[in-house]
């Protein structure tokens, strides 16, 4: 399901204050590249929020000294290698490093 195609949802995002999405995932892995992604596009999105199938959570927030353009650019070279060919578990991995250093561009991942 696309949030934006609701009108309230969609709403929120763009004139909203700390919005939050919550949303499940139907495996053991955490943010996706795609979520990742979703999470910059929106500059009053401050935490995003993923439930794995185990209930597990996993959630990322925008520190105060969060920047988007390097958070961007991060999220660039975590990705710079995927195709529309690479597979699911390339993807997660490139997801797993930009995890990893998320904490260098005021993310907060836990």
Do not use: W
Request: net charge negative; glycine share 4%; hydrophobic share 35%.
């Amino acid at each position: 399901m696309d949030v934006c195609s609701d009108t309230i949802s969609n709403h929120l995002l763009l004139t909203g204050n700390n919005v939050a999405i919550i949303h499940n995932h139907p495996s053991t892995q955490t943010l996706s590249i795609e979520d990742i992604g979703f999470f910059f596009r929106y500059a009053r999105l401050k935490f995003m929020v993923v439930v794995t199938n185990q209930g597990t959570v996993h959630y990322i927030m925008k520190d105060d000294d969060y920047s988007y353009e390097d958070a961007e650019r991060l999220r660039q070279e975590c990705v710079e290698d995927l195709t529309k060919e690479s597979s699911v578990t390339e993807c997660y991995e490139a997801a797993l490093d930009f995890i990893t250093h998320c904490s260098e561009v005021g993310l907060y991942y836990r």
